[in-house]
């Protein structure tokens, strides 16, 4: 049972989901918003396992005064800190709102601004040419960037830029995106037909 | 001269982009899902939310009334639904029926024990290799499934994988560092490292406080990763799964602290990033081959081989169509 009940309530829901997609019947399309409605409810009762892995974590570390411990006590007291705050002054007002967007909004839009410094350092290595790829690269990289700029403009780079993006480029996404789709469809039958099971564990 | 009349034109490979499109949604059955997104909000498949993008704005409502939802309505002529079946996803069905008996009959094939060649995989390969050389250090393994949530096909792939990583580390009694980014994901992963702890012959290596939740925060779980990187110095680090603007930063970082780096995301506009930035890189399809190519598993092979086998038959397909319009022969109509 404890093998076989996983694998048959996915072979289950996973026909349930896929013939749904196939068929306006209402009955089906119940069953489909019943299941995401399930979705919801198991998504937010994991929440406290979450957080009880997030406070255990943090708390062995503070405890023990392990590695950059002095970050774990920082991340224990923001968790208690912004619920605590939405609590006791409200979500839409008070310090809730002023750590939501003085503390956190800023920290994510650092965090967020320091990709084009990463950009720069992971280009510059490969746009190295030591190889006819990297040269290739190069090429069309400067090509394209130059012809997203007035000067491109000016020396009518912007038509093989756009060239470059519609022919090239589109087809090797399109390649990528049919072996993907492959893929899934072919994992998610593997799934439902209970043959891949690593995801259960491997005594499964 | 002739020869160059032959050519097409911009309107033929107008054509030729419908018809390859049109046949990528016959591939690509399980594709034309609704995603659900982590928020709850269902995202449309690819080509719906580029249809949406040239969809004219609705008008704006009269004072004092409530806008009108921007659904675009059917154009005239299009198939509508009726009884039990969506004849406008009829193409989609009949796609994934295929596709589905076309595995179905090579996981027959490698039960009945035919040997089946599966190409090398690079990033696949280099798996000991990373595992063996966070053993030589003395270091762990980082692992890190992605952004997605539990639901998406491409995180219950970098599970499957996670669970042949951790067997490996096992056999080598290497630490798996995993910070997740939800609740659910952080719990199988548990179960799948405990397990493959236990089958590589030890279990006491497995410590669930290993395999930990971070944030849902997408730069906040970036930069969970990251102090991670910095503090523990993980000498293999695995980014397989579905990663969104923060992948170059996670890469850059692995890269910057020496880490051998293997990474697989079926996410067309992060695996240039990887390229650059990590030693392996699995492209798209690869990511959804990991568990069979490092388990070689005789059934799951089989279904490796009847993707490949479907592959080919739709670059046939394309092919066929991409000469018939370049003779004009226009089939287009027969699809839509």
């Known amino acids: ?204 | 001269m002739k020869c160059a009349r032959r050519l097409p034109g911009p309107e033929a490979l107008t054509r030729s982009a419908w018809t390859a499109a049109i046949l990528f949604a016959l591939a690509a059955g399980a594709g034309l899902l609704p995603r659900q997104s982590a928020a709850g909000v269902a995202e449309t498949d690819t080509l719906a939310r580029a249809a949406a993008r040239v969809q004219e704005p609705a008008a704006l409502p009269p004072p004092g009334e409530a806008p009108a939802l921007a659904v675009a309505p059917p154009p005239a002529g299009a198939p509508q639904s009726s009884g039990w079946l969506r004849r406008e996803r009829l193409p989609a069905a009949i796609a994934t029926l295929v596709l589905g008996a076309i595995i179905l009959f090579f996981i027959g094939r490698a039960r009945r024990g035919a040997d089946l060649y599966i190409r090398r995989i690079a990033g696949l390969e280099a798996v000991d290799e990373a595992v063996g050389r966070a053993t030589e250090m003395g270091r762990p393994i980082l692992y890190s499934a992605g952004l997605d949530p539990m639901e998406e096909v491409a995180t219950v792939a970098s599970i499957n994988i996670l669970g042949q990583v951790a067997r490996k580390a096992g056999q080598y009694e290497t630490r798996v560092i995993m910070p997740n980014r939800f609740a659910i994901v952080m719990t199988v992963a548990q179960e799948v490292v405990r397990e493959a702890y236990a089958a590589a012959g030890h279990p006491e290596l497995y410590d669930p406080d290993d395999i930990y939740y971070a944030t849902q925060s997408q730069f906040g779980y970036a930069g969970a990763v990251v102090g991670t990187m910095l503090r523990e110095r993980p000498a293999a680090n695995f980014f397989i799964g579905h990663f969104y603007a923060e992948s170059l930063m996670l890469a850059e970082m692995g890269n910057a602290t020496g880490a051998i780096q293997i990474a697989g995301t079926d996410s067309d506009s992060q695996l240039p990033f990887f390229i650059c930035a990590c030693d392996y890189t699995l492209i798209g399809e690869e990511l959804y081959a990991g568990s069979v190519y490092l388990s070689r598993e005789p059934l799951l092979l089989g279904a490796l081989k009847g993707q490949d086998i479907a592959k080919v038959i739709i670059l046939a397909i394309l092919l066929l169509g991409t000469l018939l319009l370049w003779i004009g022969v226009d089939l287009t109509h027969l699809l839509s």
């Open chain 1, 1 to 204: 049972m404890k093998r076989t009940g996983p694998v048959v309530f996915g072979f289950v829901i996973g026909m349930l989901m896929l013939i749904q997609h196939f068929t306006p019947d209402p009955w089906i399309n119940d069953r489909y918003n019943d299941v995401l409605d399930w979705k919801q409810i198991v998504f937010g009762t994991t929440l406290i396992l979450g957080v009880v892995s997030l406070v255990t974590h943090h708390g062995r570390k503070v405890a023990r005064r392990g590695g950059g411990w002095a970050y774990s006590l920082l991340t224990l007291a923001g968790l208690a800190a912004m619920p605590a705050a939405a609590l006791a002054f409200g979500s839409g007002r008070g310090p809730y709102l002023w750590m939501f967007d003085h503390v956190q909004a800023p920290m994510q839009a650092t965090m967020f601004a320091l990709l084009a410094f990463y950009v720069a350092s992971a280009s510059y290595r490969a746009f190295r040419a030591r190889t006819l790829h990297a040269a290739l690269l190069l090429t069309a990289g400067v090509v394209v960037m130059l012809g997203r700029v007035p000067l491109g403009e000016l020396i009518g780079l912007d038509h093989v830029s756009a060239w470059i993006l519609d022919f090239p480029n589109l087809a090797a996404k399109r390649g990528v995106m049919i072996g993907v789709g492959l893929g899934m469809t072919a994992t998610s039958i593997k799934i439902i037909t209970g043959i891949e099971r690593t995801y259960l564990g491997k005594g499964a």
